[in-house]
C-alpha cells in the first residue's frame, strides 16, 4: 500500500482524501501531496489546512491517526528552527512556540500540543491571507 495521499481543502472546509490527484477546480482552496515517510509534509499539510479553514476536528483526527504527538510535533518544531517548550497558562499545560529568528515583538504560538501551536503561530502571521490553490 502507498504513504502517498492526496488532500484537498473543499470551500466547505471539508480535508477531503483522494488516491489519485484531484482536478483544480472552483471548489477546491488547496492540494496537498502527502506522503507519511516524509513527515514534514503531512505537518505542512495540516497546519496550511487549519490556517486555510480546514475543520479542526479533521486536522485533530488525522494527527492523532499519524502519531504527530508531543515527541513528533517537538521533533519537527526543532527541526523547523522553532523553539517549543511546555507552557502553563490559564488554559491549562501546553506549549509555547518561538521561531530562532524571530523578532521580540512577534506573536508566539500556544497550543495544548507542538501542532496546535505552531498551528497558533502560523495564524498570528499573515501568509494565509486570502491563499488559494
Known amino acids: 500500500m502507498s504513504s502517498i495521499f492526496y488532500y484537498y481543502l473543499h470551500t466547505n472546509g471539508e480535508l477531503i482524501l483522494k488516491v489519485l ?6 471548489f477546491v482552496r488547496r492540494i496537498w501531496t502527502v506522503n507519511l515517510q ?17 475543520g479542526m476536528s479533521r486536522i485533530l483526527d488525522l494527527a492523532k491517526k499519524w502519531g504527530m504527538d508531543g ?3 517537538l521533533t519537527f518544531c526543532e527541526r523547523m528552527g522553532f523553539e517549543c517548550r511546555p507552557h502553563e497558562s490559564e488554559a491549562g499545560k501546553g506549549f509555547l512556540l518561538a521561531h530562532k529568528e524571530d523578532e521580540p515583538t512577534r506573536s ?6 507542538p ?10 502571521s499573515d501568509a ?5 490553490t
Open 71 to 73: 515527541d513528533d510535533g
Open 21 to 26: 490527484p484531484p482536478e483544480p477546480g472552483d
Open 128 to 132: 494565509f491571507a486570502g491563499a488559494s
Open 108 to 113: 508566539r504560538g500556544e497550543g495544548s500540543s
Open 115 to 124: 501542532l496546535l501551536a505552531l498551528i497558533s503561530y502560523t495564524r498570528a
Open 38 to 54: 516524509e513527515r514534514e509534509s503531512a505537518y505542512i499539510m495540516l497546519v496550511e489546512a487549519a490556517c486555510l479553514g480546514a
